[in-house]
Each structure stands twice: as C-alpha cells, then as structure tokens.
C-alpha cells in the first residue's frame, strides 16, 4: 500500500496538496514536521505535514516529496486546528495562515534569499563541508538565492543544510535584519540634599571663594533649575554655563553635586520603587478575586478598569498564579502600546521568565522565542507579544491577557489572514481549555454586550491606583470663541492659559489632533480646485517642512504650488489643520519651549517612536502633539495637561463605529493626563459642545454611551446584532470594476435579498491605480453563518469562471472593523 500526506504550502491555494512517501517516511513522519516538496514547473517550497493517510488523491499524481526537513514536530496539532479555524473563519486559504503563523526562516522556498548574519561567529573546524561551501559563498557575495545554493553544492535539496546553519545562528533568510533599540542612559546632577539647609548652602558659598569656576557652576545651576523645574542633565549644565565638564566632575567628586541616570522605564526616579512586589490596593484586590471568581463560572472574563486603575498589575497576579501552576500565559497587546516601558516592567517582576514577540525583533530572535515555546521551557512561562503572538506554538496555554481590547490595530487588515486577534485568541484559549480576560479602559461595543449577555463574565474598576483623581474635563466651545475673537490660529484662549499654566509648572502638555500633514488640502479661491493624486481618489496634502504635496495613500509627492494648477490663479489657501500646523502655531506662541510631533510622518524610521517617547519621558520635548498614536498605554508621569485641539473631525467620520471610537479616543487621550497625586486637566475643543459623545466623554458615562450606540446599531443592523462580511473589488478597469461588482452583488441579493448593500465606491475609490467597490453583507442572528459562508463560496467560484471578470481582484473581509 503506498503512502500519502496532505500538506499545506504557503500559498493562497484553497485546498491542502497530496504527495507521495515511501513506507519508512511514513514511518518517521509526524503531522506539524515540515517537508520540502516540488510545486509548479520547477520551485520547492517548505510544506507542513497536515495528515498522514493511504488514500491517493482522485484527480492528479501525487508527486513524491523532496525531503523531510524536521527531527521532531515543529507545529502542535493545536497550532493546525487554530490555522483551520481561522481560514475558515475568515475564509481565506490555510497557506495565508501559515505565512502569517511562522517565523519567515521557518519558510525556505527556492526562491529564498540567503544572506551572512552579521554577528555571524564562523568556526570553520565545527562546519560541515557543505556548510562551508555555503558559508565561503557568502562571503564572497552579499547574498545568493537559494537555487544557487543548490547550483553549488550540485545538489537538488539544499533546505535541510540552510536549516541547520540557521539553528547555528550563521545565516538569514529572506529577512531583512532588525536590531533592538536601547534606549540611551543620560547623566543628570542635582544638588546634595545636605545643602537643602541654609546655613551649610552659606558656608558652601564661602568656601567656594577660592574656586570660582566652581562658584560659577554652581551659580549657573540655581537660576537653570529656577527657570525650568525639571530634571538638569550634567551636559545642560556645561552647555549653559560655559564650565568645563571637568568643573562639573569636581563638584561631583566633593559631592556638592550628585550625578544620577534616568533610565527608561516608567518608574521614575523620584518614586524609586521597583516591581518585584506588587501590593494590590483594596480595590484591585477585589477586582482580582471577581475575576478569579468569574473565570470559574465562564471562560472569558471582560475587565472594564479605568485608565490608571492598575490593570496591569492585576494581569501580573493573574499570570503569577498561572505559571506557578505550570502553565504558559499569553499577553497579547497592540503593537504600538508593546512598549519598552511595559516589557521592563514585566521583566522587573518575573525575570527571564518573559519572552517577547515582535515583528520588529530579528528572525533569529524571533525563531530562538519560537523554539523556546514550542519546548516549554522555563524561559517561555510568559509570551508578550502583538497580534502574531496568537500563532505561536503554545504547549501549555493557562491564561490569555488580551489588553485594549477595544483596539481596531488587532484586526489584520492586509494581506489575508484578515483575522482579529481578540476574537481569535478568544477560540485559542478554548482550544487549550484556557482562560481568557479581555482588559479595556473603555471596551469594544461587542465584547460589552457579550459580558450584558452574560457570554462573558464582567468586572468593573472605576478607580485610579493610589487615589489619583480623574482629570478634569472641560468642552470649549469654538464656535461661540471664533466669534468672540477668542481663538489665536487653532487655539482657544482656554487652552492658551492651560498650556501656559502647565509649562510654567514644569509640567508637560499632550495635544491631540486627529490628522497628520500641515493642512490637508490645498484649495484655489477662484476655481476651487485642489491638487488632486494622480494614482488615488484623494487630493494631496500640504506638508510645511519640505513644501511639498503628498498623497497619504501611495506616497506621490510634488513641490508645493505657487498658483493653481488649473486656473493659474495665485489665490490659493490650505483648508483644515494638521498635527504640523499646530506645532507651528504653538512654536510661535511658545518658543521658549520644546515641540514635538508624534504621526505617521515622524514616527517612520527604525525605532522613531521609542526615541520620541524616550525623549517626552527625558522631559527634552515640553508639548507632544501626535494623532491616534498617543492614545495607547503610554504613562508618562509629568503631563498634567492633554488638550484635543477639534473633537469634530473625530465625529464626523463616515463609519457606523466612528461615534463610539470618538468616545474611546478621547477617554483613552484623556488618560494620559494627571497620572500622579495632582488632578490632571483635560480641554477639549469643539465646535458642537452638546454634542452626546461629547457630553459622554466629559462624564466618563460609558454606560450612556453604550445605549445609545447600541440602540443606533440596532436600528441600522450592524454589529452586535449582524455580522458583517465586506467584499472589496478591485480592478485596474474602471468599467471592469462596475460590471464585476455588479454581477456578484446581484448574485448575493438573490439569495440574501435586503441584506446585501452596494456595491458602492468607497470614500477613496480609486488607490495606485486601482478602482475598489465595496459589497456588504450583514448576517442576522439566527441565521446560520457557516452556511452563508458556504453559499458566499459557491457564488465566488460562479465568479472567478466568468473570463470577462479575470484580472479582478476579490478581498474578503469576515468582521470588518
Ligand atoms: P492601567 O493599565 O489600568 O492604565 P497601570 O497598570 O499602568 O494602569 O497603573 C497605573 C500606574 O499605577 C502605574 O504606574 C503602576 O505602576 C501604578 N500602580 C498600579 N497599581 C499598583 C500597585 N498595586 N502597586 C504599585 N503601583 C501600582
Ligand atoms: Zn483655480
Ligand atoms: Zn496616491
């Protein structure tokens, strides 16, 4: 009898492959072992071995495999089931899932590029021949593709070889290489506290006669600390006084002054205290137990807790009581709120115990975190990690900590798997008969709704940590300050004073404003033309500091106009503001202090973000004005004031979400401000002050804001009540585009009648070139949503066999967000 095994290949291929293995392959193979096999006229890709069975495929030959690639499994069976689930969840192929699910070393194909690492420790004694072959190739040219390998060693199957000098840590594959960021120790100096007494600050002053450099320093150091009541780096000191560096180390060495570092980490130094024993307070403790009680009854436990209520420190205890069991706990979190700050804080508590799972962290960081997983071993008790952590190979899963649930980043949006990881990782937990808590300050409509239901057991928190207070939040009204003559360029006298009031305090200010570039659009007052994108539906936006326009979706630029391109007419004003036009405004208003943007402009080279946030935590950057971007996790001590520059352009979106992630926008803006024992101060201007969401902000009434949303959601079918499955069009050919659409949306309404909506353009129609049309599909509850699934297959295979609709792109969205 011969033997087979069913592979998935990491191709968007929408059925597993069948080959062919002789007795002692099936003998030696387990499912999760990967194997090197032929597909198409002449590649080999890495497949995983998904069954092992004796039934010869019915409609082609099966070919016979290259090689086997592993000792041991590399993919549990639970790793294969999740993959299954979330292809057919999310109706994409299980080849999606699996270039998403590994570490890309893990995916050899033909194609494949090898290159040196660059830390690459070579003992020629320890190579095999082959290997050093390879190695001796390297050296010569920066990087080779695997075929030529394979030229090389005149061999057809050199995967295994390539695996085996990955192990060694020698080469990358088909990786770009990322290093980590440590952010920089500085060196600060503040006075001993000795001389905090009067009659020794005399007698220090008279026995610095004799040295006036010193004298001078000192001198210098007063009326630098008396201007700005922050921190002083030993370097300002220099800098300002124009003393020498060596002056400064010998007040150091007569310990006059003493020099420190701040370190990153988001203890700061004035409350040294350090993580490795957490002391819950009253209120978390028994937010701790309702949790503990819910996850008996339920498997998914929601945790409502307010900005600065803890919830950290109580995941902590969770997870300490998971581990000490033996178990493995998932912390899973927005990429951008997966900050240094939070790793070293897991890290001070649970030592080597945490391992910490990036996209941006090298392969080889990435496979050694793999392995370790996989192994169970004492280093992978606790994985933290973003979105892709949920594929990683758990053995032994207890506990998952989904944090900012409410986050819309979990959702993948491009390329398939087109997975939420919230929602995933809720079937992942049940796959181990885990427990699972999704944390938010302010929670996703849905998971709200599931813990009204009782699906989901609920705990509440509504109390900062050590009686810090809520922040203080005001509306102003800039209509009514527009018209007074109040507003000076986008600020409101209101948040003038504030602004001025914190700095004055030595305190810092976060201003939030929803879009990036200086003003998004440039328009002509004579003809009302603006410059539009020539490969997208969008008019190009100003950016001040290259002058230049530039599309936000594809990147085209050109230089700004002087005069309109249609009329030639020089009357040519920018509409609406942007996170630039503010920092400018306040430069001018404030230019004794410092400015900093945090958006997708600044924060796009390597490790950008951490050396902004590293530099707003150093207090070297006074006022922070960023987007969406400020909103997650972020602790800084000293901001006192958060102000949110138009709440309307938030409101305004098209999108049925767009009032409730207003509501958790700014309540999660707000939680930035006034984590200390002072009331922080939050101002948020608007031109509709009554406004419901607005009102509800400033309140803090989540619950408020849940019904009325709710009610909407209900009234119009969206989710909680329907689900929703959004098919994307896209086609070079305008006219192509319209015909396809509208084929497969009359399709869909024969079978779904009024529930089909579309096809229809959205907002942006047209982007690199490409037209995109929209269908929406919303579900009822009691209908049966494997089933629509299936007709929404049967109708796409219709589609793909028209010629006429070839070369039309089709992108399906389960749950789009
Ligand atoms: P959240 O995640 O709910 O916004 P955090 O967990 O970041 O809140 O806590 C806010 C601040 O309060 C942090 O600086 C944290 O270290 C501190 N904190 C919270 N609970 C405790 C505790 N039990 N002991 C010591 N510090 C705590
Ligand atoms: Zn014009
Ligand atoms: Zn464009």
């Not at 499994?73 to 999310?90: C, D, E, G, M, V």
């Not at 390329?415 to 300050?441: N, Q």
């Not at 630029?557 to 036009?581: L, N, R, V, W």
Request: glycine share 4%; with cysteine.
């Amino acid at each position: 009898m011969p033997y087979f095994i069913d592979v998935i290949l990491p191709l968007p291929l929408q059925k597993r492959f069948t080959y062919a293995i002789s007795e002692a392959e099936a003998n030696f193979l387990q499912e999760g072992m990967r194997v090197a096999v032929p597909f198409g006229k002449s590649k080999i890709y890495t497949a995983i071995t998904a069954a092992i069975h004796q039934n010869p495929p019915q409609v082609y030959e099966a070919k016979p495999i290259n090689q086997i690639l592993d000792k041991a499994p590399l993919i549990t069976n639970h790793q294969l089931k999740f993959w299954n689930w979330i292809a057919s969840y999310y109706m994409c192929a299980e080849g999606e899932v699996l270039k998403a699910a590994l570490p890309g070393a893990f995916l050899l194909e033909s194609e494949s590029i090898v290159q040196l690492t660059k830390e690459a420790n070579i003992e020629e004694t320890e190579l095999k021949d082959e290997e050093y072959l390879v190695i001796e190739a390297l050296q010569r040219q920066s990087s080779i593709k695997i075929q030529e390998v394979a030229k090389i060693l005149d061999k057809k199957n050199v995967l295994p070889i390539l695996n085996e000098l990955v192990q060694k840590g020698l080469v990358l594959l088909n990786q770009e290489i990322y290093e980590q960021y440590k952010p920089k120790k500085i060196r600060y100096v503040r006075l001993n506290s000795m001389y905090d007494n009067e009659a020794n600050m005399h007698r220090l002053l008279d026995e610095l006669e004799n040295a006036p450099k010193q004298k001078e320093a000192l001198l210098s150091y007063f009326s630098l600390k008396a201007q700005h009541k922050k921190p002083l780096k030993a370097k300002e000191l220099s800098d300002k006084s124009g003393v020498s560096a060596a002056i400064i180390k010998s007040l150091i060495k007569k310990e006059i002054l003493e020099e420190f570092y701040k370190k990153t980490d988001r203890v700061s130094f004035e409350e040294e205290s350090s993580l490795t024993n957490i002391k819950l307070s009253e209120i978390q403790q028994k937010a701790f137990s309702e949790i503990e009680a819910g996850l008996v009854e339920q498997d998914v436990c929601l945790f409502h807790g307010v900005t600065s209520s803890g919830k950290t420190e109580i995941y902590i205890k969770l997870i300490e009581k998971v581990i000490d069991k033996g178990q493995q706990a998932l912390y899973v979190l927005p990429e951008i709120a997966l900050t240094t700050q939070l790793i070293d804080r897991l890290r001070a508590y649970f030592g080597d115990k945490v391992l910490v799972y990036h996209s941006k962290y090298s392969v080889n960081e990435r496979v050694e975190v793999y392995q370790h997983i996989l192994q169970d071993s004492e280093k992978a008790r606790i994985v933290i990690g973003a979105r892709s952590s949920i594929f990683l190979p758990f053995a032994n899963l207890g506990l998952v900590v989904v944090d900012e649930e409410h986050e819309t980043s979990f959702k993948q949006f491009d390329p398939a798997p087109r997975y939420h990881a919230r929602d995933a990782a809720v079937v992942l937990a049940k796959l181990f008969k885990a427990k699972i808590i999704l944390g938010s300050a302010t929670p996703s409509l849905e998971s709200y709704f599931n813990a009204q239901h009782h699906k989901y057991a609920f705990v509440e928190l509504n109390r900062r940590y050590a009686n810090v207070l809520d922040p203080e939040i005001e509306i102003v009204d800039i209509k009514t300050k527009y018209k007074k003559k109040e507003m000076k360029g986008h600020f409101s006298d209101r948040m003038l004073t504030e602004i001025k009031d914190t700095l004055d305090g030595g305190e810092q200010v976060i201003l939030f404003q929803n879009r990036r570039g200086f003003s998004p659009v440039l328009e002509c007052n004579t003809c009302g033309h603006s410059p539009q994108c020539p490969n997208c539906d969008v008019s190009l936006t100003y950016h001040s500091h290259n002058n230049q326009l530039r599309c936000h979706y594809c990147g085209y630029h050109i230089a700004m106009q002087k005069k309109c391109m249609a009329c030639d007419s020089p009357e040519i004003t920018t509409k609406g503001f942007g996170t630039e036009q503010i920092e400018t405004e306040l430069k001018a208003i404030f230019p004794d202090y410092k400015t900093a943007r945090m958006d997708q402009d600044t924060t796009r080279g390597k490790y950008a973000y951490e050396k902004l946030i590293n530099a707003f935590e150093q207090q070297e950057i006074d006022i922070l004005i960023g987007t969406q971007m400020l909103s997650k996790g972020l602790d800084f001590r000293k901001v006192n004031l958060v102000g949110v520059m138009n709440a309307d352009n938030l409101l305004n979106f098209p999108d049925f979400r767009a009032h409730e992630r207003s509501f958790q926008l700014m309540l999660q803006v707000a939680g930035r401000a006034g984590r200390t024992k002072k009331r922080g101060k939050v101002l948020i201007q608007s031109y509709n002050p009554h406004h419901q969401i607005i009102q509800q902000v400033s309140t803090g009434d989540y619950s408020g804001m849940y019904k009325d949303q709710l009610e909407e959601r209900y009234n119009y079918k969206y989710p909680p009540f329907h689900r929703l499955i959004r098919i994307t069009l896209k086609c070079r050919d305008y006219s192509k585009t319209n015909d396809a659409a509208e084929w497969l949306a009359t399709g869909m309404k024969n079978v779904f009648k009024e529930n089909v909506l579309g096809p229809e353009f959205p907002p942006v129609a047209r982007i690199r070139n490409e037209y995109y049309k929209n269908i929406l599909l919303k579900i009822p509850q009691q209908q049966s949503l494997g089933k629509t699934k299936k007709v929404l297959q049967r109708i796409m295979e219709s589609f793909r066999a028209i010629g006429a609709f070839r070369g039309v792109k089709i992108v399906i969205n389960v749950d789009p967000i």
